[in-house]
């Protein structure tokens, strides 16, 4: 059952070969086995989840279940939950819960899901290796010794050593696409708009998305069915006819056309990627695609520009943290700013503190025109460079990630080498558009290798036909870490 599909899941539940509360349970007793091991989970809380496993038994029961009802999902610790601790990884937060739940928590639970636990992240969601949580670094199934990558490493820890059969991720600059790369999963983020980010703790907002997690595309399919849609409580949630994405996973691929851009093969990407990811493109030929060679030449300033908007954004949204409404508050201060100060200087991480001097300093007076217009012009170059590839291909492939899971510790001293992790997914994020990685080999040491899969806007349901029809002729996605 641990290793089954979510329509497999699904169909067992219906048949009644195993009941909400057992699979649940089973899942269960995996998180208080292994979990001390992975640092996956933040909170778990039996309780809650059986209660719901026995609602969706009942609601199958009486012959109401849809596709999801009574599965079991974890939730990355960035969505507010009704009742459930909520701390977006950081000391923060780390007393709070959530009188409200996300519109993707309502959503799931409309839909019958069973929420295990909420998993570990990056604190704010700032990081590409899970070692900035205050809950201490998550560790790669494959290989303990390794990050999961981040900032949706728990998601992506929980789903890879199967203690939930699938999670939500988020990615602001490539947190759900890298972790699913360095922990063998599959994962999506969907085009900027599609997925409601109300209750969904803000760290750069004009580009987080949440999105799935999961072992296949299918299944990310009948995720992302539940969770897209339009939220009038979202301002840039956009409002679209909802859409089948499991549709069209059964389309055979003859003719697509596979855009490489060549700035992705260059300098700076490992051997053992560019030889997994090469591999998985003769695949694609082999089921009938062909391959262009297409070009973002602004992609080398992606990093730059989102290191500068994203924690303009950042800085604004975490000025709400003040240690009065909720929250960490410094436990003993002089006057009111003081108590700001202190409960500021208590409660956020290393990593939060430079994004919030980096986005104050390219926000200022002297500097804004100089940094964030800048940034900004860069920006709308790269979706651009985006539009004018779009013209000669269907899709873009190519890395996920420069390089397989590194050690932990490898790169926590060194900002800006841990964040050229994400060159290959920020500027997706940038753009808006929708980019999913998918398992496509390993490196060295069995540590996985992914694929990147770049759409068009809304071009979702065609990369995840794409995905679907490589896993129909592949089992990398199969494959299981030894725990
Ligand atoms: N690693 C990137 C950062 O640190 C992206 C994080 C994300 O997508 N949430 O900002």
């Known amino acids: 059952m641990i290793h089954a599909s979510l329509k497999e899941l699904a169909a067992a539940l219906a048949g009644k070969k195993i009941s909400s509360v057992e699979l ?23 309780e809650k989840s059986l209660a719901m496993a026995r609602a969706a038994d009942a609601r199958l029961a009486r012959g109401e279940g849809g596709p999801l009802t009574g599965i079991p999902l974890a939730h990355k610790d960035i969505f507010c939950a009704e009742g459930w601790l909520t701390t977006c990884g950081s000391k923060m937060l780390s007393n709070f819960v959530s009188p409200y739940d996300a519109t993707v928590i309502e959503r799931f639970k409309a839909a019958g899901t069973v929420t295990l636990g909420k998993t570990n992240m990056d604190e704010f969601a700032m990081g590409s290796s899970n070692e900035t949580s205050f809950y201490g670094p998550v560790k790669n199934p494959w290989d ?32 759900i696409r890298q972790p699913a790369a360095l922990c063998g999963l599959t994962g999506l983020k969907p085009t900027y708009g599609v997925v409601s980010r109300w209750g969904m703790i803000a760290f750069a907002s004009s580009l987080d998305q949440a999105g799935p997690m999961a072992r296949s595309a299918e299944d990310c399919a009948l995720l992302l069915n539940a969770m897209a849609g339009f939220d009038p409580r979202d ?29 992705f093969f260059a300098e700076g990407l490992s051997a053992e990627v560019a030889q997994a990811v090469e591999a998985a493109i003769a695949e694609y030929r082999r089921l009938g695609a062909v391959t262009v060679e297409v ?37 003993q201060y002089g006057d009111l700013a003081d108590m700001y100060c202190k409960s500021r200087a208590q ?26 217009l800048q940034a900004q012009r860069i920006r709308r170059l790269i979706a651009t460079d ?22 932990l510790g490898a790169k926590a001293a060194d900002p800006v ?23 496509c080999g390993f490196g060295a040491g069995k540590r996985p290798v992914g694929l990147q899969i770049i759409g068009d806007y809304f071009a979702e349901s065609r990369m995840l036909n794409a995905a679907h029809q490589y896993q129909r002729a592949t089992d ?3 494959r299981a870490p030894e725990l």
């Open 24 to 46: 649940t349970s089973l899942h269960l007793e995996r998180i208080v086995r292994l979990n001390p091991q992975l640092n996956a989970f933040i909170t778990v809380d039996p």
């Open 235 to 263: 301002s840039t949630s956009l409002e679209r006819p909802a859409e089948d994405y499991a549709g069209d996973l059964e389309k055979p691929l003859a003719g697509l056309k596979i855009g490489l851009p060549k700035e």
């Open 386 to 407: 985006f539009s004018q590839a779009f013209k000669s291909c269907d899709l873009i492939m190519g890395p996920t990630s420069p390089t397989a899971a590194f050690a």
């Open 476 to 478: 990398w996605h199969a």
């Open 144 to 175: 303990t010794a390794a990050v999961p990558g981040g900032s949706s490493g728990g998601s992506a820890a929980a789903v890879a050593a199967r203690l939930a059969p699938a999670a939500t991720g988020t990615d602001t600059g490539g947190s």
């Open 347 to 372: 409660g956020f991480g290393a990593e939060v503190k430079r994004r919030i001097l980096i986005g104050t300093y390219v926000l200022s007076h002297g500097y804004y025109d100089a940094y964030y």
């Open 295 to 331: 070009s973002l030449p602004n992609m080398k300033l992606s990093v730059p520009a989102y290191y500068v908007i994203a924690p303009a954004e950042a800085s604004s949204n975490l000025s709400r943290f003040d240690g009065v409404r909720y929250g960490h508050r410094a436990p």
């Open 417 to 439: 080498q841990m964040y050229l992790s994400d060159i290959y997914t920020i500027a997706v994020n940038l753009a808006g558009l929708p980019g999913m990685s998918i398992p």
